[in-house]
């Protein structure tokens, strides 16, 4: 049994990491979050201790090492986007494997000081990229790479989640925090598409707002044309007509990827890896996080040539 430690227990996929520690027989020590509202812990671990400030957990964590001969193995990481690598530095300091949500970091040259610093501790900083474990998508990495080297493929992603007013208000509507549309609700999917597809080697922009953007992004393998968005006006009319508020598709050469089920799991079942040492490192995580800062400061370009045609009925 291996002690965790979790910070960012309030977030929304706190919920899914303590479902995983529990699901693989380990313990939680102690959580921290500077929110209150944490009543899903008596779900999991009723009786792990709780923090709403860091200095009182850290020296719970002190506390519980010294007195008690409690160490931490690892310290799960679901804070805003801005405060992962923070965070994840923590743990290490602390002797402890850093198990971090998406993204790692919202800038690439930050993976670079994150290696360091595992190097000198001689702990691991894990990331969770669930979307790599999904059968679907096992399914046709396996089969692009029996495919010829040289075979393109032209690829749809269209993803729009609609949020209200509150998410403009949150962290998640500061650039600066969350970085932006395309990190925050874009990110795995561009971690996923070039784990299949292959690197990069042209990402072209098209539209970049607040709560939508757009763009070509082209792999060794594959042509992606892709569409993200936080607009409920943006939804198909037959998704709105269901009640649904989010519609998730990825067309290649015109046939749908069925992805739509088999996520529940997918967070256990990457615990069951990083507990087994086989886990994503930091060098999985770099070339999403190239991508999503590129897109963040690239110059929109003209809608001439290839773009998606979602961008047709923005107006």
Request: charged share 25%; proline share 3%; with cysteine.
């Given at each position: 049994?291996?002690?965790?430690?979790?910070?960012?227990?309030?977030?929304?996929?706190?919920?899914?990491?303590?479902?995983?520690i529990k699901e693989t027989n380990n313990s939680l020590l102690a959580a921290l979050d500077k929110f209150d509202s944490v009543g899903i812990m008596d779900s999991y671990f009723p009786q792990a201790d709780f923090f709403?400030?860091?200095?009182?957990?850290?020296?719970?964590?002190?506390?519980?090492?010294?007195?008690?001969?409690?160490?931490?193995?690892?310290?799960?990481?679901?804070?805003?986007?801005?405060?992962?690598?923070?965070?994840?530095?923590?743990?290490?300091?602390?002797?402890?494997?850093?198990?971090?949500?998406?993204?790692?970091?919202?800038?690439?040259?930050?993976?670079?000081?994150?290696?360091?610093?595992?190097?000198?501790?001689?702990?691991?900083?894990?990331?969770?990229?669930?979307?790599?474990?999904?059968?679907?998508?096992?399914?046709?990495?396996?089969?692009?790479?029996?495919?010829?080297?040289?075979?393109?493929?032209?690829?749809?992603?269209?993803?729009?989640?609609?949020?209200?007013?509150?998410?403009?208000?949150?962290?998640?509507?500061d650039i600066s925090k969350s970085g932006g549309v395309a990190t925050n609700i874009g990110v795995h999917f561009f971690d996923m598409l070039t784990w299949i597809f292959g690197a990069v080697r042209q990402n072209t922009?098209?539209?970049?707002?607040?709560?939508?953007?757009?763009?070509?992004?082209?792999?060794?393998?594959?042509?992606?044309?892709?569409?993200?968005?936080?607009?409920?006006?943006?939804l198909p009319d037959k998704i709105k007509g269901i009640g649904q508020r989010t519609y998730r598709s990825i067309i290649i050469e015109d046939e749908e990827l069925e992805f739509s089920g088999g996520f529940t799991d997918?967070?256990?079942?990457?615990?069951?890896?990083?507990?087994?040492?086989?886990?994503?490192?930091?060098?999985?995580?770099?070339?999403?996080?190239?991508?999503?800062?590129?897109?963040?400061?690239?110059?929109?370009?003209?809608?001439?040539?290839?773009?998606?045609?979602?961008?047709?009925?923005?107006?």
């Open positions: 049994m291996k002690n965790f430690g979790l910070v960012g227990v309030a977030g929304f996929v706190a919920a899914r990491h303590l479902n995983a709403v400030e860091f200095e009182r957990f850290d020296r719970h964590l002190e506390t519980l090492k010294y007195e008690q001969n409690l160490e931490l193995d690892y310290v799960s990481v679901c804070t805003p986007n801005y405060l992962h690598d923070a965070h994840v530095r923590f743990a290490l300091r602390r002797g402890a494997d850093a198990i971090c949500e998406k993204p790692l970091v919202l800038n690439p040259w930050n993976i670079d000081k994150l290696a360091h610093i595992e190097k000198e501790s001689g702990k691991r900083i894990w990331n969770i990229l669930q979307s790599r474990l999904h059968p679907s998508i096992l399914s046709l990495r396996e089969k692009v790479r029996n495919n010829p080297k040289n075979t393109n493929y032209d690829v749809d992603l269209t993803y729009i989640t609609s949020r209200g007013s509150w998410y403009f208000s949150s962290w998640k509507g922009v098209h539209l970049h707002e607040a709560d939508k953007a757009a763009g070509l992004l082209e792999l060794e393998n594959a042509r992606i044309r892709w569409f993200l968005s936080l607009d409920y006006e943006d997918l967070h256990t079942k990457s615990y069951e890896q990083i507990l087994d040492g086989k886990g994503f490192g930091i060098e999985d995580t770099r070339q999403s996080i190239e991508i999503v800062h590129d897109i963040r400061e690239k110059k929109t370009v003209a809608l001439t040539g290839d773009y998606h045609p979602m961008i047709k009925n923005i107006n």
